[in-house]
């Protein structure tokens, strides 16, 4: 549901200015876009008040104000009834306040870092004071910071993609994002947009800069709602946690899974699918054999050439670990995995085979039913 119709500005002209850094030492040019300030068909008195928006995040910048983050794709926004009362008046008439959408609402705790989430699904981050605020420093200081950054946005994409990971698991498409994606905006008095992003990387930053962009033109006509309750439900990371205990990359995996199986991309959907099958199956096979004695054995038991995933599925199903539908689906996912492997067809019914085992494997680990995996069909011609 959308209700932003009627609501787009349609007298007010946009300016983005972009310069250029060097990349790294790498001798690269990399071009960054800042979102400009709406221009208007007539100067700004100066007995006016500015916009709220743009007086907010558009002023000088500060360490204590910045975050870096990235949106939730495809784009969406976090709402309540109380929301809408406090973005359009409580007869949803107007006029509209666009902060309340940059609003942070809610908190994810991923290890040593809070996520913050805003009603736009922006997710945000607060970086240590100890990085410098500007992105180009003199050598050799610059390349050692420059590399410390760099693994902070590792660190801050992972913690992203576990939060991603539990939206998937529990019913919502989101695409997989990595540190590409994550750029540098403002956080004031709780509220926290994107104003600049730049990468070497053709047009990726726009999915950073387009949420912007549009706020700012109230051009967000096309833009569903989802309940807040979402993002709620999904901060206690319940359906993520057991996937982390057996490897720190399978929330990737799963967000990988679950959005190419939506959007057609049935290869990268299978071979995301069984990888986390296989590595939730090696993690039964490693706990099974833990419990066995004498190391010429147990050397054996570790040789993946004599216990296959298909010997391996029949050994912990006679020893109970697992049950015979699970096995069964198991088989059949791996059969459609070597088809494929053997220059078979990536077709539907093998892709979807691999997500419902791998939603079946998910279950199990989890002791709960988390979502099925949807493949959106539809023509608009």
């Not at 997710?123 to 910071?145: K, Y």
């Not at 359906?239 to 990988?256: A, C, E, K």
């Not at 054995?297 to 109970?320: N, P």
Request: net charge positive; with cysteine; hydrophobic share 40%.
């Amino acid at each position: 549901m959308s209700c932003f119709a009627g609501l787009r500005s349609c007298s007010t002209r946009w300016r983005f200015s972009h310069g250029h850094r060097t990349n790294g030492g790498s001798g690269k040019r990399e071009r960054r876009y800042t979102v400009g300030v709406p221009v208007g068909d007539r100067p700004l008195l100066s007995q006016e008040p500015p916009p709220p928006l743009t007086h907010v995040f558009f002023g000088p910048r500060s360490i204590e104000r910045r975050v870096i983050g990235a949106y939730l794709y495809p784009f969406r926004l976090y709402t309540n009834d109380g929301v809408l009362d406090a973005i359009f008046g409580s007869a949803r008439a107007g006029p509209f306040e666009p902060c309340e959408l940059t609003a942070v609402f809610q908190e994810v705790r991923v290890g040593s870092l809070t996520i913050l989430v805003t009603r736009m699904g922006g997710l945000f981050v607060q970086p240590p004071a100890r990085f410098s605020h500007d992105p180009i420093l003199s050598e050799p200081e610059g390349t050692r910071e420059l590399r410390r950054k760099l693994a902070f946005e590792e660190r801050v994409a992972k913690a992203f993609t576990v939060f991603l990971c539990e939206l998937s698991l529990r019913g919502s498409i989101v695409e997989p994002l990595s540190p590409v994606d994550i750029q540098v905006g403002q956080m004031v008095n709780r509220h926290a947009l994107i104003t600049s992003a730049g990468g070497g990387a053709g047009s990726l930053h726009l999915r950073a800069l387009e949420p912007s962009t549009a706020l700012i033109q109230h051009n967000l006509d096309i833009w569903p709602m989802v309940p807040d309750s979402e993002i709620a439900d999904a901060v206690s990371l319940d359906r993520t946690r057991p996937l982390m205990s057996i490897s720190d990359s399978l929330p990737g995996f799963v967000v990988g899974a679950y959005y190419w199986y939506a959007r057609r991309q049935l290869a990268e959907a299978l071979v995301d699918g069984w990888v986390v099958v296989e590595q939730v199956l090696d993690n039964w096979w490693q706990t099974y054999t833990k419990g066995l004695t004498g190391k010429g054995r147990l050397d054996r038991l570790g040789d993946t050439r004599t216990y296959s995933a298909a010997v391996r599925i029949e050994v912990l199903l006679t020893a109970g670990v697992i049950s015979a539908p699970l096995a069964e689906a198991l088989h059949e996912a791996r059969k459609s995995r070597n088809d494929v492997a053997h220059r078979a067809s990536v077709t539907p019914a093998r892709a979807k085979q691999a997500l419902q085992t791998m939603k079946a494997v998910i279950d199990d680990i989890g002791g709960q039913s988390v979502a099925t995996p949807v493949l959106y069909e539809g023509v608009s011609w």
